[in-house]
């Protein structure tokens, strides 16, 4: 398996995609580095090499300290998968501009956040490590085209990690 031996980082390991993405990453034998707020007792049982608790991608301040809490050495993949996704169906006449700025900064600037510290800080090699983005709407390549034109937000990371 090509993630055998892995180490992968996963934020939101705890519950929904993220779990499910880590149950598949221990069965195909790779190493689970979970980034959550909290853990879980579905986590939990499947003995991750490393889980990293208190971690809120919507706070400056904890992302700032996931490097210092990871021991076990640099990151191959990064999954940025904490997300959030307001339900109601709105309307212009109904916008909730307080949940439509929480969805942006969880799902577009959040993965920022993550992916920043752990590459300033020597977790993410350049030439070796991947990033993988999974995001709803707050964090779409639409909307962050929308914010710059070129579109080269993704492509900046990937280059800086080449």
Not at 2 to 14: E, F, H, M, Q, S
Not at 44 to 56: H, N, R, W
Not at 119 to 142: D, V, W
């Amino acid at each position: 398996s090509y993630l055998k031996g892995k180490r992968v980082a996963i934020t939101g390991a705890n519950r929904g995609i993220g779990l499910s993405l880590a149950k598949e990453l221990v069965a195909q034998g790779g190493k689970l580095v979970a980034i959550v707020r909290s853990s879980s007792e579905e986590l939990d049982a499947l003995k991750p090499e490393e889980v990293i608790t208190g971690i809120d991608v919507t706070s400056d301040e904890a992302c700032d300290t996931i490097a210092s809490k990871i021991s076990g050495g640099p990151i191959d993949i990064l999954v940025n998968n904490a997300g959030y996704f307001y339900e109601p169906v709105e309307k212009i006449d109904s916008l909730n501009f307080k949940e439509e700025l929480k969805m942006i900064d969880i799902c577009a600037l959040g993965p920022l956040r993550v992916s920043a510290n752990l590459f300033n800080n020597g977790l993410l090699k350049e030439g070796s490590s991947t990033i993988a983005m999974i995001t709803s709407q707050g964090g779409s390549i639409t909307w962050r085209t929308t914010q710059n034109p070129k579109g080269k937000q993704i492509e900046h990371i990937q280059c800086d990690l080449k």
